[in-house]
């Protein structure tokens, strides 16, 4: 990959709701070039090119195969069903352009590996491969990241993690892949819960054993859980636990939590709530702090922020901007970008394990599922009936 004078052109697959935030985030990069809108469905296309509108020119098709056959674009995005993320790269990786995948990598853990491997090709032959994990790239991750690997905190002890929001039926059937199994993969903790998951690994590293439940407590029609819980243990030995629902009405918070015996950090709603870190050389405090010594405000100091400035954030999420100025620079120099395919396979097979636990009823081991041991099981079984009768449940 070499810089050119020329901006990368750009296709957008799947002109839904995260589509138009990747248009919103494209049309601000002079990098990039908008050239193409990928929808099967005309409506979807020809909205987002109502909305994009004299900003940019793209023109439009109904597949993959038709922007490729047009030569329109050199970096494809794919923010189509989750079940359909792995098809649509591979067809993009084969004909030799970049890609950037939404999360969660899809739904099908032996499909992951096999576009992990797909990717490592692809990266060898000069094209760039990153999913989409945009709280990486949050300054409150990065400064937790940074002390994690300075030993800030000391040692890693115990982490907790939750996404406690609240989806609406109305959300499930805003779309008609919503809350299935086959092209959402799973309810709050594949959909929502995977970018925690993901900051989870990210900081503590692999895991060893997963326990997990998952249940349909308070939605009707959906086939997956709206609630998960999970203990993970962790190869330092550090033991986490890792929480999803959407049914917290009427919508608390993402938090994730960790505690060391040199420090401790808190990251609520992608914001650093807390942050201390005294690492190895930590003064004697018999009682501990108890939440004082806040050091939050000094260490985000280091970490200025790289997003442009926005009017509304319901529509351009920094955290997207971010990781698109990250694939900028990976385009530009050459570099591999900072989220790589098997950062995503390792939080899918997490979310998978939590899911294999509560249908096998039993603590399943990380590298077991990564293998495949479990393939087959039918993790639909795992979720127990709550309150309503779920389409999931038998
Ligand atoms: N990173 C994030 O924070 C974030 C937020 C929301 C959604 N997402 C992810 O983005 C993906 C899409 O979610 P959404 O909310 O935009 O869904 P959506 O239903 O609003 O949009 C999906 C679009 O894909 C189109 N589509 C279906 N099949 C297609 C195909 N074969 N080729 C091209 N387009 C096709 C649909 O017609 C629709 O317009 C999901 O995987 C979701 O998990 C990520």
Not at 167 to 180: A, E, H, I
């Amino acid at each position: 990959m070499t810089v050119s004078e020329q901006p990368t052109r750009v296709a957008i697959i799947g002109c839904g709701s995260i589509g138009r935030t990747h248009a919103a985030v494209i049309l601000e990069q002079p990098e990039l070039l908008l050239t193409a809108l990928v929808d099967p469905v005309t409506e979807a296309r020809t909205e987002l090119a109502a909305w994009v509108g004299d900003r940019a020119a793209p023109r439009q098709y109904p597949s993959v195969a038709a922007a490729l056959a047009a030569d329109v674009a050199d970096l494809f995005v794919l923010a189509t069903p989750s079940g359909l993320h792995i098809a649509g790269a591979l067809e993009v990786l084969e004909a030799g352009k970049h890609v950037i995948i939404e999360k969660p990598l899809d739904v099908d853990l032996a499909r992951a590996q096999e576009i992990e491997a797909a990717a490592l090709a692809a990266e060898a032959r000069g094209q760039l491969v990153t999913v989409i994990s945009q709280h990486r790239f949050d300054p409150a991750s990065l400064a937790v990241a940074d002390a994690v690997a300075d030993g800030g905190f000391g040692r890693l002890c115990s982490a907790i993690a939750t996404v406690s929001w609240w989806r609406s039926q109305s959300y499930y059937d805003s779309g008609d892949w919503r809350g299935t199994w086959a092209m959402d993969g799973g309810g709050a903790l594949m959909n929502q819960g995977v970018h925690t998951a993901d900051l989870l690994l990210w900081f503590l590293g692999r895991p060893v054993t997963i326990t997990g439940h998952a249940a349909l407590l308070a939605h009707r029609d959906i086939e997956v859980e709206d609630t998960a819980a999970a203990v993970i243990t962790f190869e330092s030995g550090a033991l986490a636990v890792l929480h999803a629902t959407t049914s917290a009405y009427p919508g608390l918070s993402a938090s994730v939590q960790l505690m060391g015996s040199g420090g401790s950090a808190r990251i609520d709603n992608d914001r650093l709530a807390y942050f201390h870190a005294a690492g190895e050389d930590a003064p004697e405090s018999r009682m501990g702090m108890n939440g004082e010594g806040d050091q939050s405000a000094e260490v985000l100091s280091r970490y200025p922020e790289e997003a442009a400035e926005v009017a509304d954030p319901t529509v351009y999420p920094v955290g997207h901007a971010r990781q698109y100025r990250d694939v900028i620079r990976a385009l530009a120099s050459g570099s591999r970008p900072g989220v790589r395919v098997s950062d995503a396979v390792n939080a899918l097979a997490c979310v998978r394990a939590v899911y294999l636990s509560s249908a096998l009823g039993r603590t399943v081991l990380f590298e077991d599922v990564l293998a495949g041991v479990y393939a087959g099981t039918d993790v639909a079984a795992g979720i127990a009936g709550g309150v309503y009768a779920g389409k999931g449940q038998a």
